[in-house]
T-cell receptor, first 111, second 113 residues
Framework: DQQVKQNSPSLSVQEGRISILNCDYT??????FLWYKKYPAEGPTFLIS?????DKNEDGRFTVFLNKSAKHLSLHIVPSQPGDSAVYFC??????????FGAGTTVTVRA | EAQVTQNPRYLITVTGKKLTVTCSQN?????MSWYRQDPGLGLRQIYY???????DKGDVPEGYKVSRKEKRNFPLILESPSPNQTSLYFC????????????FGPGTRLTVT
């Protein structure tokens, strides 16, 4: 049973607009959350992370929000650029060594 | 250049024929891990290693073996592959626990017929 869920398989957004990717989790022991980005024929690359002691973390155009009571996190990309077209994976960890990923959301940024 | 390499990149094999997918990193990372990616399921962790000679099971270890005899190498072994092991496999490494940035290899596309 997947403990990390990304319920939107795909997202299409106009260049320059905001992309919002959502992620829900079921394991209340998760205390660290990460987003990875993946281009076709490449391995995933780290994008941004957040600890459960925070509710927001920002890095340039990327901001991750964490709502622990709702067991929900989101990734905001502002403004969206064509190079942001990729698959985005949400991941969570309850200990130092095991990581649970969601199924991914494919983002397409339209020119 | 800091990187994680995997070989082979593509492999088609038959049921029951033992195979090994190699993984090597040049960043002196202590932590390494194997994942498989399947449609609708995302990445699932197969095995991980905290250091040389220290390995443990991830979420889907059945049918796989690993070893960590050297810090830089972490091969994935399929003793008797089956069609349900057809998947895209990724090796990853990091300098610390999974909360640290993991560096992924380019992936190995395995087909078992």
């Amino acid at each position: 049973d997947q403990q990390v869920k990304q319920n939107s398989p795909s997202l299409s957004v106009q260049e320059g607009r905001i992309s919002i990717l959502n992620c829900d989790y079921t394991n209340s022991m998760f205390d660290y959350f990460l987003w990875y980005k993946k281009y076709p024929a490449e391995g995933p690359t780290f994008l941004i992370s957040i600890s459960s002691i925070k509710d927001k973390n920002e890095d340039g155009r990327f901001t991750v929000f964490l709502n622990k009571s709702a067991k929900h996190l989101s990734l905001h990309i502002v403004p969206s650029q064509p190079g942001d077209s990729a698959v985005y994976f949400c991941a969570a960890s309850a200990n130092d060594y095991k990581l649970s990923f969601g199924a991914g959301t494919t983002v397409t940024v339209r020119a | 250049e800091a990187q994680v390499t995997q070989n082979p990149r593509y492999l088609i094999t038959v049921t029951g024929k033992k195979l090994t997918v190699t993984c090597s990193q040049n960043m002196n990372h202590e932590y390494m891990s194997w994942y498989r990616q399947d449609p609708g399921l995302g990445l699932r962790q197969i095995y991980y290693s905290m250091n040389v000679e220290v390995t443990d099971k991830g979420d889907v270890p059945e049918g796989y073996k690993v070893s960590r005899k050297e810090k830089r190498n972490f091969p994935l072994i399929l003793e008797s592959p089956s069609p349900n092991q057809t998947s895209l496999y990724f090796c990853a490494s990091s300098s610390g626990p999974v909360s640290y940035e993991q560096y992924f290899g380019p992936g190995t596309r395995l087909t078992v017929t």
